[in-house]
């Protein structure tokens, strides 16, 4: 029954859709009379309503995973009675339909919200509501016709077949809902432009309409890509963070350009410069959102060819991806040359920096757009295959990056309009001389064969540093609000990342030893003592748990007990890694392959400064929240002029 | 915290001085394993997405390290291994795209995209400039 009850909910959530793309864009059109109030409330009403019928929709495929209903084929395929509750719900988006109804869900959500804040004027929501109802209606079709989630299962078999192991983790229970807060979220950012195009209402106001936004999708984007990396680091069982993927690109792409517009909206938002590019940006960030997708759910990226045989997915994602975008780029050509552009401001003030900012973001992401793509084009055209790893991306995105953090700490510190350049650098004294003394005492103790690392070094200390004389100088104007600290927040996270990643690059250290019982092995300062492993039944697994005594300076401090699990259901065998960290630093130690005879292999690395690649994710990501802060109070002029 | 952070670090850095890395299956000589590290990082594991033989626990990547330790056994160059393995893998194996004609695009694209925004860029400040003077 439920299955039928979630296939009506989505159906009539398609005409709900329809009913209010094409209600909201006639609502948009200008009258000076009030005839065009019925279809704006129409708008709304449709999306408070889309959004009611995809919640009923995802609870009954919810339901359907709890209760274990394998009549429903998504279900028999990716659940078991055996598995814990958290598991049986995160497995709804485990796989490609539940996913995609998430994505939809999402969207409605934001929809709902979009029609119940009514900001920017009743015309901008009508037509925003009406681009978001285009996307809904064609996101929902693609559901119905090619990932129904709904589909039945005739007979129905007494077991499911289980979820993936490496997706049974609460870290990838979280990462998807996350990703998708942050993907779809620049939709409502790209409904606004586009509204505000057809509109022609092409000032500051839509800005500041969208701006909540895409300050949420930026920040829920932020939290996943972190959350994705430390899911990779502590389940991949080798510790390593990020891999140039492109599945972890995809989620890049849009955060690099998202990144952009927060930037480029502050001064379209303050002084009304840059409205075109701004509106781009907005465009070019959901579209980035849409490549995202595309990458992910077409299979595409697992083989050109695995693509080409199964191509209905991908083929309708990508009709989609082109009516979206280059209707959007359309809107664009046409409206822009109406754009009033009253941009005046000297060299040195804010901002130039920002458009600094946009230019190497721009460019970070064309390279990360470049790398990703360009192999499945080139196999795709020439059939030539190529790989671009990391060192492609070290060579390419890492100058173009390094650029932009240089140029980081000194926007926040130049006026709007005319800044002075010498008193901002007269300010930032303090960062630049901490950023030296970095540089220097890795010099001493890397010996100068270590030039990128003191560089890097300096890079994280000038960073940190600004952001103290960031800290300080926006303490002296706190009347203004938690908001004035957002940069502050934003900008430390990123120094202390970068940290993070210099050093766990730089000073990991690595150990692979086969080991018997009662016999050692020594990483870095730490010595491990093996004790044996011993078998544990988990809940829908097997697992052989090691046990490891960790002795440092001669004293034991601590057991730990790294894991192997295998999956009868699923036919499957993961590691489970044991982390000991500190704040400063993990000791990360992995359960390899039983040797025979009590003997097995035991991988153990120590890594410095791990923690703060996460630590200044989730501290970018609070950046985030104290700039949405000052929005969503009352006195929102005043909020812009303090960022 | 800055200054912990440094300590932390120094003290990790005497403690590795004095401990090399091991492996079950390591060259002897430590120099020829750093060259065997070195290159299994800059090959990728065919048949898992995005992991270099460094990383993969894929059986096919195991052999190949075997296959990479008796080749500099046996005295051949990095860059001989390398020469063997794309003959027989393709240019797929190496983590780092050659830079041939098929790939001048994704070379020097980030590179064009940078100057061509920083074109736009110079022009939009020289404008706003000019904007800006002309009120004072």
């Known amino acids: 029954m439920t299955g039928e009850i979630g296939q009506l909910a989505l159906c009539l959530a398609l005409a709900l859709a329809l009913v209010q793309a094409g209600a909201g864009l006639w609502g948009a059109r200008a009258a000076t009379s009030t005839s065009l109030d019925l279809p704006r409330q129409v708008a709304r009403m449709s999306a408070f309503g889309f959004f009611a019928f995809i919640a009923l929709a995802f609870g009954a495929l919810t339901f359907g995973f709890v209760t274990s209903d394998f009549s429903i084929l998504l279900v028999a395929q990716n659940s078991h009675t055996l598995k814990p509750l958290i598991y049986k719900i995160s497995g709804v988006w485990g796989n490609h339909e539940g996913s995609m109804l998430l994505w939809v869900l999402v969207l409605a959500i934001y929809s709902a919200v979009m029609a119940l804040a009514v900001r920017g004027g009743a015309r901008l929501t009508s037509a925003a509501l009406g681009v978001e109802g285009l996307l809904a209606a064609a996101f929902v079709l693609f559901i119905l016709f090619t990932s129904n989630p709904f589909r039945r299962l005739d007979p129905m078999p007494f077991q499911g077949e289980g979820l993936n192991p490496l997706l049974q983790d609460p870290g990838l229970a979280m990462h998807p ?25 092409t000032g500051s106001h839509w800005a500041r309409a969208a701006r909540p936004f895409m300050l949420v999708a930026w920040i829920a984007l932020t939290l996943g890509i972190t959350l994705g990396s430390w899911w990779a680091y502590y ?9 140039w993927d492109p599945v972890e690109n995809a989620a890049l792409m849009p955060w690099l ?7 480029s909206t502050l001064a379209t938002e303050r002084t009304g410069a840059f409205r075109s590019w701004t509106l781009l940006l907005a465009i070019a960030a959901f579209s980035m959102s849409l490549i995202g997708t595309f990458l992910v759910r077409s299979g595409v990226l697992a083989s050109v060819h695995s693509f080409a045989n199964d191509p209905q997915r991908g083929e309708y994602i990508l009709v989609l991806l082109g009516l979206a975008i280059g209707g959007a780029l359309a809107l664009f050509a046409w409206r822009a040359p109406g754009i009033e552009e009253g941009t005046s401001f000297e060299p040195a003030s804010r901002e130039t920096l920002l458009l600094l900012n946009n230019v190497f973001l721009t460019a970070s992401a064309a390279t990360v757009f470049l790398g990703t793509l360009y192999p499945l084009l080139l196999d795709a055209v020439t059939g030539t295959r190529i790989s671009v790893g990391p060192p492609y991306f070290a060579i390419t995105f890492t100058p173009i990056f390094i650029a932009l953090l240089l140029l980081v700490p000194l926007g926040p510190r130049l006026a709007w309009r005319k800044g002075d350049l010498a008193g901002a650098l007269k300010l930032l004294a303090p960062g630049a001389g901490l950023a030296l003394l970095a540089a220097i005492v890795i010099f001493a103790i890397h010996a100068p064969h270590m030039l990128a690392a003191a560089g890097a070094f300096a890079l994280a200390g000038w960073l940190m540093g600004a952001s103290v004389v960031d800290f300080r100088e926006r303490w002296k104007a706190r009347a203004v609000g938690v908001q004035s600290f957002a940069s502050v927040l934003a900008h430390a996270g990123l120094g202390i990342s970068l940290l993070g990643i210099v050093g766990t690059t730089l000073w990991r250290s690595e150990a692979l030893e086969v080991l018997a019982p009662g016999q050692s092995m020594q990483v870095a300062d730490t010595q491990l003592r093996f004790d044996g492993v011993t078998p544990r039944q988990g809940p829908n697994y097997f697992a052989d748990r090691a046990t490891l005594e960790v002795i440092r300076n001669g004293k034991q401090i601590a057991t730990i007990t790294p894991e192997k699990r295998s999956y009868p259901a699923e036919g499957q065998a993961i590691t489970d890694t044991s982390i000991r960290t500190n704040g400063f630093s993990d000791l990360y130690v992995a359960l390899g392959d039983d040797r025979g005879g009590g003997r097995w292999t035991v991988r153990a690395y120590v890594n410095p400064l791990a923690p703060f690649i996460w630590f200044g994710g989730a501290i970018m990501a609070l950046g985030g929240l104290a700039s949405l802060w000052g929005r969503l109070r009352p006195n929102a002029v005043r909020t812009a002029a303090a960022e | 915290m800055m200054r912990a952070a440094m300590l932390a670090a120094l003290m990790i850095l005497f403690a590795q001085a004095s401990f090399a890395q091991t ?21 990728r594991c065919l048949v898992c997405q995005g992991q270099s ?19 500099i056994a046996a005295g051949q160059s990095n860059d001989q291994i390398k020469q ?37 860029f110079a022009v939009v400040v020289a404008r706003a400039r000019k904007n800006s003077r002309r009120q004072d």
């Open chain 2, 84 to 120: 063997e393995l794309v003959a027989r893998y393709g240019d797929v194996i190496l983590m780092q795209p050659p830079l041939d004609p098929e790939t001048y695009l994704l070379w020097f694209g980030p590179f064009l995209v940078l100057f061509l925004c920083g074109s736009v």
């Open chain 1, 177 to 201: 809902p996350m990703l998708y807060l942050g993907y779809v979220g620049l939709s409502a950012t790209f409904a606004y432009a586009a509204a505000a195009l057809i509109t022609q209402e």
């Open chain 2, 23 to 43: 492996r079950p299956d390591a060259l002897v000589d430590p120099r020829l394993e750093t060259r065997a590290v070195e290159l299994q990082k800059e090959l």
């Open chain 2, 53 to 71: 033989l460094d990383e993969s626990s894929a059986p096919l990547a195991a052999d190949l390290r075997h296959f990479i330790r008796a080749r």
């Open chain 1, 257 to 263: 350009v998202a990144t952009a517009l927060i930037h």
């Open chain 1, 235 to 243: 389940v991949l069982g080798w510790g390593g963070f990020w891999f």
